[in-house]
């Protein structure tokens, strides 16, 4: 039983789990600890995370080229550990995407509109989906709102070769879940994570339900949150180990070509 070793305060063993939904480095508007690579590859190694995908937190906030460079670096520190998300910015949509996507470890986009003060649905993003359109790369999104799934949605019907996934979306309220279910049945390159800071009893079963197990990818939102309670939440759920696995890490697996 996958769930074993997490109620006994042991690691994963035998279990590929991967983050699909993390960071590195810091913020003055959250107070955070081990926030370095290296702490965060520390954390994952002391609960047998076999990795994550990080994007960088100063990217999401005040300087995107800096922050991907730190990512770039951080996937060459800790290479089959650490893969990295390109954050773009609808305020710097010039910047030259082919030399991240050269490197072995980086292995998608990542969107957060709401920090970069924008709409999901911002023109200026335009490029970065057609690009991601172009090399079938996966887009991770960070989602709160109603709307923000709506224009997920949109973006995902246009742009079919590439992997949208809706952060935040598959643990959120029911109104919100409501517009992930509907957008994850339409369309099959739809994705949720679990990232979400607080969840009642039955979420993680309920989504999957809804989305289906193949659909659903284990996120942390490490170091925002500790991301004990996040895995804990899929390892001790009352789902299938089969589908545990799917979402642990093997959806990651396959969406990040891992």
């Known amino acids: ?28 508007d959250f107070q955070m600890l081990d926030t370095a690579p290296a702490q965060v590859a520390d954390t994952m190694d002391r609960l047998g995370i076999a990795g994550g995908c990080v994007s960088s937190i100063l990217s999401i906030h005040a300087d995107c080229a800096l922050g991907n460079k730190y990512v770039l670096e951080a996937t060459k520190e800790h290479p089959g550990k650490l893969y990295g998300y390109v954050t773009v910015s609808p305020h710097h949509n010039d910047v030259e995407l082919d030399p991240f996507f050269r490197e072995p470890g980086i292995k998608g986009l990542k969107v957060h509109a ?6 999901i649905s911002d023109p200026r993003y335009t490029p970065f989906f057609e690009y991601a359109d ?4 996966p887009v991770l999104f960070h989602t709160w709102e109603i709307v923000d799934i709506i224009h997920v949605a949109d973006i995902a019907a246009r742009y079919k070769n590439a992997k949208f996934i809706i952060g935040h979306g598959a643990m959120r309220l029911w109104e919100v879940k409501r517009e992930v279910i509907d957008a994850v049945q339409k369309y099959e390159n ?31 939102d490490v170091p925002f949150y500790d991301c004990r309670h996040v895995v804990g939440k899929v390892a001790t759920s009352r789902l299938r180990d089969e589908d545990k696995e799917k979402i642990l890490g093997g959806n990651a697996r396959r969406l990040l070509h891992l």
Do not use: W
């Open 114 to 119: 709401a920090f970069h003060r924008a709409s």
């Open 190 to 220: 739809v994705f949720a994570d679990t990232t979400v800071s607080v969840a009642y009893d039955g979420a993680v079963e309920y989504a999957a339900e809804k989305l289906g197990a193949d659909r659903l990818c284990y996120g942390s």
């Open 1 to 28: 039983m996958i769930g074993a070793n997490v109620l006994q305060g042991k690691p994963f063993e035998g279990v590929f789990v991967f983050d699909i939904h993390a960071h590195i480095n810091d913020t003055s």
């Open 134 to 137: 172009r090399h079938a790369l």
